[in-house]
């Protein structure tokens, strides 16, 4: 498949959660688009914007919000291409901003896309076996579960 990931991170921690991700991607043998939304827009990435499946990162800005890069490219997103279906968000934040407001990004960009996928939420930067282990699992259900929906121009996998 065709993978975007695109993400927001300020101080690095949501980039270390994307780039594990990517390596499982690309080990799994697909082709990924990296998109750092602080410092590069859609058209700067890719030439071609529609993806087989698409996953947004971002860390979370004051009470629960999504930070205003991710925000940008989640409108230039939407203008190209619409909501896709096969969109997943992950995301990283802390827990001493309250439940209410833990990974609210995640939580807001998920819902703004009707996102059928589970959420990946990490407290702060990924650390330990327990993280690695539960982001391979994230992206290996995300990928099966897009790699079995049945696909709105099957044409597309025989071309
Ligand atoms: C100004 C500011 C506001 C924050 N507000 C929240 C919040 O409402 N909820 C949350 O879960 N984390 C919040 N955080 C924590 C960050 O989302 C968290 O540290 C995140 O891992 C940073 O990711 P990054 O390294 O990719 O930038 C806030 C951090 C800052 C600097």
Redesign the pocket.
């Known amino acids: 498949m065709r993978i975007l990931i695109a993400f ?8 270390d959660v994307a780039r594990m991700i990517r390596a499982r991607c690309e080990a799994a043998g697909h082709s990924v688009t990296w998109i750092e939304a602080d410092v590069q827009t859609l058209a700067d990435a890719t030439d071609r914007p529609a993806h087989d499946l698409y996953l947004l990162g971002a ?7 999504t930070p205003p890069e991710m925000k940008r490219f989640i409108a230039d997103l939407v203008e190209a291409v619409g909501k896709p279906e096969r969109l997943a968000v992950f995301g ?4 001493q ?1 309250g439940e209410e ?4 990004a995640v939580r807001r960009m998920a819902a703004f896309f009707g996102s059928g996928y589970p959420r990946l939420e990490i407290e ?2 990924p650390h330990g076996e327990r993280d690695a282990l539960k982001i391979q699992r994230w992206t290996d259900h995300v990928l099966n579960c897009t790699e079995n929906m049945p696909h709105a121009d099957p044409a597309r996998f025989i071309a």
């Open positions: 927001a991170s300020l101080s690095g921690n949501t980039r860390w979370t800005d004051n009470a629960g919000r990283t934040g802390e827990t901003w407001y833990y990974c609210g702060q930067m």
